[in-house]
């Protein structure tokens, strides 16, 4: 590929959309894993529907594989570059089209960030109920991408809960609508819930239709819960929810993230803490459910449980959870995983990740959507490593199998990307994956959308 190539790009877009000096075009070719890039052509950094055709029409016409990004927060490997490809920005997309109060939908562009959109929709009563923990810097469209989860899942559901409709710019710059802006609809296939979790290898979300929910009408009881053992907190999840106490939020924390949050931040720490339950309800008798949980907890082996009486007291403990991901960058790189298994198993994959820590030396920190039995282990290495020591893919590769043996799957919310693909077909089998590559085939018949990635 020539350099005049991208700079009939550059003339067919506005001044300024397309990016080509290496060093700027590096900043955009990854995401938050220690994945080194390929090197891109340019970067389009585009401002509307128009520029993404444009893009798109270029890519097709001249055989240039093309890597969507939205804010460049995923854990997978999925924004990031491949050799000779054009990164497609959609980070300067955001407007918030329309809001409806009544409806409780909006419309909006896939660069907005998530918790600005949540902020919109609380001026009117209303929420945007996916919050992934990176909430505040995660991007609607990234979110949609790989289906992201997060904390209050457990309750609202994942991204594809909330998505009721779709634009997408296909490979050939087609545009295609899905979806509808109703709260019900079952005509055709769902062809919105096929692209979200989709990677940016069917398509380019330009705008989406949402779905807003009520806000809760006054603050989430909170507690949090001490325990000796993972196992006993891991039971203790499956007792809040076998209760029907339905949280809010329901997130575990093992000792060693707890201990990566200590040494950064001070939080207390006791010794005899092996892991933290942190439970809310926004429920209208949320005090009375946090009550409930607090026993449940102790019932089921908790050292120690507090409930919140403030929402500032409520942050904190919320801020300790948010903290974790951050807290254990600053020991070294990090491989990110998001196994998900049945909630009933939930202590049994606990167990899993501390054998497999132990059996092949590796530091690994474990949070969990518990409440969803979606577990992120993180396998931390030296930092300066360009890729994770053998031992550490042999761990990964005993809690991947240990999640799928236990009926759970490799992916709960980050996406398969490049990381996961060596064990998809693991879950998959041959038969879906050759599904799988038709659908691709359909959409993206020239293989230029996200090469390499998820499927």
Not at 202 to 207: K, R
Not at 227 to 246: E, K, N, T, Y
């Amino acid at each position: 590929m020539t350099g005049s190539t991208i700079d009939l790009l550059a003339k067919a877009l506005p001044d300024g959309r397309v990016l080509t000096d290496p060093d700027v075009t590096d900043s955009y070719s990854r995401d938050r894993t220690f994945l080194a890039p390929g090197a891109a052509l340019g970067v389009v950094l585009a401002q509307s529907r128009d520029d993404v055709i444009e893009t798109l029409r270029w890519a097709t016409a001249h055989r240039v594989p093309v890597v969507p990004r939205g804010a460049g927060t995923g854990l997978a490997g999925g924004a990031t570059a491949s050799e000779g490809c054009v990164v497609l920005s959609v980070a300067k997309m955001a407007q918030i089209k329309e809001l409806s109060a009544a409806d409780e939908i909006a419309v909006v562009e896939p660069g907005v960030i998530t918790a600005d959109l949540d902020s919109a929709a609380r001026e009117h009563g209303l929420m945007y109920a996916p919050d992934p923990s990176s909430y505040e810097i995660s991007t609607v469209g990234g979110n949609l991408a790989t289906n992201a989860g997060g904390l209050r899942c457990v309750k609202y559901g994942v991204t594809r809960d909330s998505a009721l409709g779709l634009e997408v710019v296909l490979a050939d710059g087609q545009v295609l609508n899905t979806g509808r802006r109703t709260v019900k609809g079952v005509t055709g296939y769902d062809l919105t819930g096929l692209f979200v979790g989709s990677e940016g290898t069917l398509g380019v979300i330009t705008a989406a239709t949402v779905r807003l929910r009520r806000a809760p009408l006054g603050p989430p009881a909170t507690i949090a819960a001490e325990f000796a053992s993972l196992r006993d907190a891991a039971s203790a999840v499956s007792a809040i929810i076998a209760a029907g106490c339905q949280p809010s939020l329901l997130e575990l924390l093992d000792r060693a993230t707890l201990k990566a949050i200590d040494d950064w931040r001070n939080i207390g720490l006791e010794a005899g803490v092996a892991a933290m339950l942190i439970a809310q309800s926004d429920a209208t008798d949320g005090q009375a459910v946090a009550r409930r949980m607090h026993d449940l907890c102790m019932e089921n082996g908790a050292s120690f449980v507090a409930v919140s009486d403030s929402p500032a007291e409520t942050e904190e403990l919320i801020g300790i959870r948010r903290m974790a991901y951050t807290a254990k960058e600053r020991l070294g790189n990090c491989l990110v995983e998001d196994v998900c298994v049945p909630r009933s198993a939930l202590p049994d994959m606990m167990t899993a990740i501390e054998g497999a820590a132990a059996r092949h030396d590796v530091l690994i920190c474990t949070v969990a959507h518990a409440g969803d039995g979606n577990l992120h282990p993180v396998f931390v290495f030296d930092h300066g490593v360009p890729e994770p020591p053998q031992n550490v893919w042999d761990a990964a590769d005993e809690v991947f199998r240990a999640a799928l043996d236990l009926g759970g799957t490799l992916t709960g919310e980050h996406g398969v990307g490049l990381l996961k693909r060596r064990w998809l077909e693991l879950e998959t089998g041959p038969l879906a994956s050759g599904i799988n590559a038709g659908i691709k085939k359909v959409f993206d018949p020239l293989g230029i959308l996200n090469p390499g990635k998820a499927i």
